[in-house]
Each structure stands twice: as C-alpha cells, then as structure tokens.
C-alpha cells in the first residue's frame, strides 16, 4: 500500500486529493491529513480514509477536532509544531496543499524524509526555490507539480532534453475581470473577484487569477522549478483553460497539453506518476468546443506580470517579500481596506522599499532568511497598505 498524507486536505486542492484517494482505499494508507479552521470536515475526512492522525493548525481548534474523532483511534494533534511533526511521519507521496507561505516549513520537512512531495503550494517556490529543491536534491526526495500550467510542462518534457527546449508559454484564463473596462477595476469588489469563469478553486486564488498574481507566481515558480531563464518563460491568455502550457522546442514545435479545467488530471498525474491511470475527469470534445482563443496580456491591466518580471531580475528574496507581500495586500483588499488595483502598488512599494535597503540581497539561501524576508515583507505591506488605503 502507498502510505499518503495531504496538507491542506480540507481545501480545493485536498478535497481533489482525498476524492482519488478515497476511489481506492485498498490502494492507500493514509497516514496523516492536515487542515485549519475546517475541523468537522477534516475529522469526516479522517474517519472516510481511515487516517492514523488528523492536525488542525490552530491548537484553539484541537479539542472541537477531538470530540469529533473521540473513540476512533485517529491520532490528534493541533499548532505548527505538531504539523511539522506529521510532515515527519513516514509516508511515499504527501501532497502540499496548504495556502500561502505556510506551506513552506511543512514541505520542507516532508522532503527531508526523502518523499516523493505534491506540490501545489506554488508559494513555497516562489519564496523559497532554491532552498526548496536543494533540499530535494540532498535528501534524495522528488518534486512534482501539481500546478495545472506546470504539470502540463511537465508532460510535455517527458523524454525531451530540456537544452532543446527554446520558450514555455503558460496560459491564464485572465479572470473574473478579464474583459471589464480599465477604468471600472479601482472599483472591483472581493464578491466580484471572487468568482472564477472556468475553474472551482479556494478564494485566496480565485482573487489572485483576477489580478494575475497567480500567474506571477506561477511565471517565477517556472522559473524556480525547471530553470528556465526569465525570456523563455511567456505568458498567453487563453479564456477557454483548455490548454494549459506549450513548450516550444529549437526545430519550431510547439508541445501544448490540452484537457479539462479540472485539477484531478494534475493531482493524478503526481499520484500515479511515472503511471498514466485512468482519472475520473471529462474528455473534451474538440469538435463541440470548436475554438481556441488566445491573446497577449496587458500588463496595464495585470501589472503583477510585470512585478513578476522584476522579481526574477532581482533575484536573492525578492521570492520572498514579493510572496508576502502579496499575501498582506490580498488580505487588505478582502478587508476592503484597499482597492483591487492598490494591491500591486502595495507589492512594488514594499518590493523597492526593501531592495534600496538591501534586505533582498543573499548568496545562499537559508530558511531563517527566507523567514525574516517574509515577516519584514509583512510589515512593510501592512504600512504601505494604511499608506495607500487613506490615500484612495
Ligand atoms: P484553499 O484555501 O481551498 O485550502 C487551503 C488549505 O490550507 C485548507 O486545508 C486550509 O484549512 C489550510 N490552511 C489555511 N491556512 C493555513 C495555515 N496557516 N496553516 C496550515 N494550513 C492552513 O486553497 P486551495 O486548495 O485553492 O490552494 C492550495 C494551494 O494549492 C495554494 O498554494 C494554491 O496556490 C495551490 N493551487 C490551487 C489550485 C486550485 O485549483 N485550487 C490550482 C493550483 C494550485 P481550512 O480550510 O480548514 O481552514
Ligand atoms: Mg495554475
């Protein structure tokens, strides 16, 4: 049996994950599963997989999860520390499914056991690549991306050498304001960003896709994850989200990997990898579907892009603070304490604000920097935001 466990399990990406799993129980055993203020699902999810430890990260929610689970043997533990503890335990393939910076430490851990490690946690990349795949690289661990852009690349470099490959174009819906006026995005609201045209994901990312800081984060964890350089990564808007990234190749070919909006090709894909099984998801019909549109971005639109671009010429933990920054300013613009588009004016001031100091600067990245960067990233958005939102 494959010993599995998933951070992040009560979420869009864990539910995903669990729905496999629990589609073959014979097949998996399931060693811990991770989740935050969702503790009566969480314990459902437990009790369906029969898991042998259940972690809520608030330890104020560790005995609601208790009463849940009392008498069905499932472990229970709750706080940061115990869900470090868990990444610990023994498994073949977790899956990192927690949102935001958080899932850093975890993912960390969980390679240092040498596992096979899900990522969709794209943050922990984008603050912190180059400690994250070396630490893969020293434990012996693997890496696959559960990203749907990312595993699309992935499947199209299977038995290509990456020396021959010349650009990776990686597509984005553009959004819940894709096609809205310039002049009515200052006034977008959370309930209006919050609803995804083609995909069924958590919040935080939903919003994120409007704004495009998804894609940035999703351009720079290109960058971190397969090494291309900043000029061969290219970023194509694509409104169906049926092809999810193309590679192209130095003879002129272009490898694009097409399928359904739907993250279970990509979760089962790093499941059953280096297998192709069957997965429960819709097969296209093209002839249905009938066109492929695809447009340049704007990056007056989606300056994110743009920042994205900045961050990867920056380098050092410019991953870092433009993460955590982006994570202050989302929480602002949810709070309704800033507008949609003071977000990104929030992530520059706090991206130019740190280099002229020189806190991005590192030679070799440690955890405790990458740690610092953030808190310091955190702070300095939190005064840009009070800045910026009496200003507007
Ligand atoms: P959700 O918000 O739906 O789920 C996040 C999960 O993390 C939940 O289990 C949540 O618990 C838990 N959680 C929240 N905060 C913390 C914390 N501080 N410490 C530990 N656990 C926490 O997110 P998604 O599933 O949408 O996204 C998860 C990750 O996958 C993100 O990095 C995202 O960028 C990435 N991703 C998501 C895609 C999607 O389709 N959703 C596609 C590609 C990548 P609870 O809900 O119980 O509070
Ligand atoms: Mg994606």
Known sequence: MKRVSIFGSTGSIGENTVDLIAR????YHVVALTGGRNVDRLAEQAIALNAELAVTCFPELKQRLAD????????????????????????DWIMSAIVGAAGLQPGLVALEQGTTLALANKE?????????????????????????????????????????????????????????????LPDATPEQASSHPNWDMGQRITVDSASMFNKALEVIETREYFGFSPAQIEVLVHPQSLVH????????????HVGPPDMRHAIGY???????????????????????????????????????????????LSGAAFN???????????????????????????LNAMDGDGALKCDRMRLDHVMETDHLARKCAAEAVLKIGTDA
């Open 324 to 350: 955590a920054a982006k994570e202050q300013a989302l929480d602002a613009f949810l709070a309704r304490q800033i507008r949609f588009t003071d977000m990104a004016a929030v992530v520059e001031e706090v």
């Open 124 to 184: 922990s990349l984008v603050c912190a690549g180059a400690l994250l795949m070396e630490t893969a690289r020293t434990h012996g661990a693997s890496i696959l991306p559960v990203d749907s852009e990312h595993s699309a690349v992935a499947q199209a470099l299977v038995g290509e050498e990456i020396a021959d490959v010349e650009r990776v174009i990686i597509t984005a819906s553009g959004g819940a304001f894709r096609d809205w006026p310039l002049e009515r």
């Open 68 to 91: 849940r689970l009392s008498g069905t043997g499932i472990a229970v533990a709750a706080g940061e520390a115990a869900l470090l503890e868990a990444a610990a335990r023994p498994a």
């Open 245 to 256: 990234a193309l590679v192209g190749f130095n003879d002129g070919a272009l490898m694009a």
């Open 24 to 27: 073959a129980p014979e097949e």
């Open 270 to 316: 790093a499941l059953h990898y280096p297998e192709r099984r069957r997965l429960p998801v819709e097969r296209l019909d093209l002839a249905k579907i009938g066109q492929l549109d695809f447009r340049a971005p704007c990056e007056r639109r989606w300056p994110a892009l743009r920042l994205a671009r900045e961050v990867m010429g920056r380098g050092g």
